[in-house]
């Protein structure tokens, strides 16, 4: 019966949202900015003509393209050649690699941080709007628990901003084959599922309970306001480990392929977003004693 | 004096709240009914300056509100409570109504003082007037809400709905304030509560999907409605197209009591109408000749 | 009538969000002297954008209807409220001016020509967002999101597409001189062409605010365009 009410709720949540229309206006705008901040991240960047190494056949073989007419050669490598190339940047196309790392750059860092301000403002009203629309007075003359009434509303929240996340998530898919070339799906999807997803989950759970208290939309609004630099603060904080474990032992002899660097990388990053997600059932825990204190 | 002539208001979409509207309005109270939709709200929007009228002519002691310094030039004669009465919720009753007055004009601070002290001995808030407005209960709300109207001596006082949500007490001590404004000056009270009409207007207008379907003294309306009104008591609800306006349960029955054209259940007696009843039996009518006029 | 109301006014405008402003600097010039430098400029857009769009949302506002029912022209109430604001924060920012001029480092009048205009047009922007969409969550996201996308890859814009150099918020003498010197142009030129549009920008966005008001129906949500209907 719980988990009814609750599914209930989250369901009502979602409708809600989107027919308030700023779910979609500010998926629309995240969309625009995501695709623009891609175009200027990668206006006026220097073109490599490295593609591969191959030093599993004798003599080794080096790929180059043509940056004038776009045509792949192949040539034996020269010795400095194979010296100045990392091992670890052997026997796989650098540009896949290249683009594949930018694309999970986007998707686990940059993207996170637009997406952090924007859940933490678009949700902080999300609880002070049933006051004011005096459905609040309709909602605790029910028999519903406070504790599941915010828990409804941190999920239903949540739930609500993910249309907008996967419609991000294509532009970025799309825009990026475009501009970066080839990359590896699996990756991205892989940096989306365990860094973006989780961290919008927080996100959704600090706009939604912290400000849950307050009386005013406005008011609302401003904490909301108040509390992005916390969680961009928080969020630089645990991404640190995404770019050590990246940047840092890839300037090593390190032998670990880079794709499987990057996989670590991904799973450190989101095993930390796991640990920081236990602020929202605090958060949660005093918003409910809080109610019914009050009460 | 306030003439409406031909007034309509189309919404976007082609909804018409106001159809071809003709009122004229003296001094006095004057009362406005109808049901939800039909286009009270709007036709007091329009007379309070909000709205400017698709077609039609509106004029208000001489100034055209079809013009935007017509329209001007009303509002410095007006008094307006809305339906949804909206108070900053950090202003005490003396800083609302402070702020009220300069909005008006007031710009004398010893000028409104001396009204506001003299308004809120009116509404009896003399005492709890330095609280903020959000410890405010709903009366004591609408009470403000009548102060403010009344700030800077207003020709026209248009109240939309005063009493919803009052008790019996507050509801009369409101109507009599209004009674006492309404000398010297025209007061315009819609109303779903007849009572409050039959009580308090010497004239009164009602309103059907747009349309003026009645203007004239409530006494008329109660006497078109004479020999339209029965009490019968009985085990069963009466039916014949008869409209049931109170039910009372007796020891000998349960009394109800009909309007409608005619009543042919056994031990009916006609009764003396009242406004309520006037009204029930004019949209009655209504209803009635628009089927006729669809069939 | 022309009745202000400064005292209400500032009531209603939040004025303690310019000590936010004021905390910001000087944490910035405590924690970077590099960047303390231009702290004025890379704090006061943004905190004066998200106050901006706090003042007026018609969609947040509890006595909408009896503001605009009143004789007193309604665009004295975006005045009655962006007058103090404005105040608060330019007295931050002359502060903040004067510590940094102290240091000897930038004559004051640069580095107002470097923080005000920013600052203006990120307040029309943040105003006007919050009265066309009703809602002030919406403008106080587009402001920090605009700004802080702007902050970190606006140059890199510039570089690719030269002539954005006009919209550019955080344009500095140097980087208008460089522009110049590929643009064929004297760099004094544009960076003045930089800060006039600006305010321009600012000057509009207000204007539209102000026009806007005169439509009462819009403003109260009464014929709302689908994006601008209130939650009701």
């Known amino acids: ?295 | 004096m306030i003439t409406i002539e031909h007034l309509t208001k189309r919404y976007r979409g082609g909804v018409a709240a106001l159809d071809d509207a003709t009122l004229t309005i003296g001094s006095g109270m004057f009362g406005l009914v109808g049901p939800n939709g039909a286009g009270k709200t709007t036709l007091m929007r329009i007379l309070a300056g909000l709205l400017r009228p698709t077609s039609g002519r509106a004029n208000v002691f001489g100034h055209d509100l079809s013009t935007w310094r017509g329209r001007q030039a009303s509002k410095a004669l007006l008094g307006y409570l809305p339906q949804d009465l909206g108070l900053y919720p950090n202003l005490n009753a003396i800083e609302f109504l402070d702020y009220m007055a300069i909005l008006k004009g007031v710009t004398s601070a010893s000028a409104r003082r001396s009204q506001i002290d003299d308004l809120l001995q009116q509404v009896r808030l003399t005492d709890v007037a330095r609280r903020p407005l959000r410890t405010y209960s709903g009366g004591m709300k609408r009470r403000v809400g009548i102060a403010q109207a009344l700030l800077g001596q207003p020709r026209l006082i248009i109240v939309d709905e005063p009493t919803a949500g009052l008790d019996p007490e507050e509801r009369i001590r409101f109507r009599n304030l209004l009674a006492d404004a309404s000398i010297g000056r025209t007061v315009i009270l819609s109303t779903h509560i007849i009572e409050d009409i039959s009580q308090s207007c010497n004239d009164l207008a009602a309103l059907y999907r747009g349309r003026v379907i009645y203007h004239g003294p409530p006494g008329a309306l109660i006497e078109a409605a004479r020999g339209h009104v029965w009490t019968v008591t009985a085990d069963t609800r009466p039916d014949d197209g008869l409209l049931v306006v109170s039910t009372l349960q007796l020891a000998r029955g349960t009394q109800y009591r009909v309007v409608g054209e005619s009543c042919t259940s056994p031990g009916a007696e006609p009764g003396e109408p009242s406004l309520e009843d006037g009204y029930i039996w004019l949209m009655a009518q209504q209803r009635e000749s628009l089927r006729s006029g669809a069939a | 009538m022309t009745a202000l109301s400064l005292r209400y006014g500032v009531r209603l405008s939040l004025p303690w969000l310019a000590v936010v402003s004021a905390v910001a600097i000087a944490l910035l010039m405590i924690a970077s002297p590099d960047a303390g430098m231009r702290a004025p400029t890379l704090v006061l857009p943004l905190a004066m954008g998200v106050h901006a769009a706090l003042l007026f949302a018609p969609g947040d506002e509890p006595s909408l209807e009896l503001l605009l029912a009143a004789p007193r022209l309604p665009y004295w109430i975006l005045l009655e409220r962006l007058l103090p604001m404005l105040a608060l924060h330019g007295a931050v920012g002359l502060a903040a001016t004067a510590l940094i001029a102290a240091k000897g480092y930038v004559p004051p009048a640069e580095l107002i020509i470097d923080w005000l205009p920013s600052a203006l047009a990120l307040t029309g922007l943040g105003l006007l967002i919050a009265f066309v969409t009703r809602r002030a969550g919406l403008s106080v996201l587009v402001v920090l999101l605009l700004t802080g996308g702007l902050l970190f890859s606006v140059d890199s814009l510039i570089l690719r597409f030269p002539h954005v150099f006009i919209l550019h918020p955080f344009l500095t003498p140097g980087l208008a001189y460089a522009l110049g010197i590929r643009l064929g142009m004297d760099g004094d030129v544009l960076y003045a062409l930089n800060r006039l549009t600006l305010v321009l920008l600012a000057l509009a966005a207000l204007a539209r605010t102000v026009f806007g008001l005169r439509d009462a129906l819009r403003v109260l949500g009464l014929d709302a365009h689908p994006f601008q209907r209130e939650d009701t």
């Not at chain 1, 309709?138 to 628990?145: D, Q, R, T, Y």
């Not at chain 1, 509303?153 to 475009?178: D, F, H, N, Q």
């Not at chain 1, 969020?235 to 880079?258: H, K, N």
């Open chain 1, 1 to 295: 019966m719980v988990a009814g009410m609750l599914g209930r709720i989250i369901r009502m949540e979602l409708t809600l949202g989107w027919r308030r229309r700023l779910l979609p206006a500010v998926g629309i705008f995240l969309v625009l900015l995501q695709v623009g901040l891609m175009l200027i991240g990668t206006s006026g960047r220097g073109q490599t003509d490295f593609i591969m190494l191959d030093d599993t056949v004798q003599p080794p073989l080096i790929t180059r393209v043509d940056l004038a007419t776009g045509q792949e050669y192949t040539e034996v490598a020269s010795l400095e050649e194979l010296e100045s190339i990392p091992v670890n940047l052997r026997n796989m196309r650098f540009d896949v690699f290249s683009a594949t790392f930018q694309m999970v750059a986007y998707v686990s860092v940059i993207f996170p941080l637009v997406l952090g301000i924007t859940l933490v403002i678009t949700l902080a009203d999300i609880i002070p709007v049933d006051r004011q629309l005096r459905v609040r007075e309709l909602l605790e003359a029910s028999p519903l628990h406070p504790g599941l009434y915010l828990l409804a509303k941190w999920l239903g929240g949540w739930a609500a901003t993910l249309p907008m996340l996967i419609a991000a998530l294509t532009a970025l898919l799309v825009t990026g084959r475009l501009i970066l070339g080839a990359y590896e799906p699996g990756l991205v999807l892989l940096a989306w599922a365990g860094v973006t997803v989780p961290f919008a989950l927080l996100c959704a759970g600090v706009g939604v309970l912290a400000p849950a208290a307050v009386a005013t939309r406005r008011r609302a609004i401003l904490m909301g306001a108040l509390l992005v630099p916390l969680v961009l603060f928080g969020y630089v904080s645990w991404s640190v480990s995404f770019w050590t474990t990246l940047t840092g032992l890839w300037r090593t002899d390190s032998t670990i392929a880079l794709l499987p660097l990057s996989q670590s990388a991904i799973l450190l990053t989101a095993q930390a977003l796991l640990v920081a997600l236990q602020i929202v059932p605090l958060l949660w825990l005093a918003q409910t004693a809080w109610i019914r204190l009050r009460r």
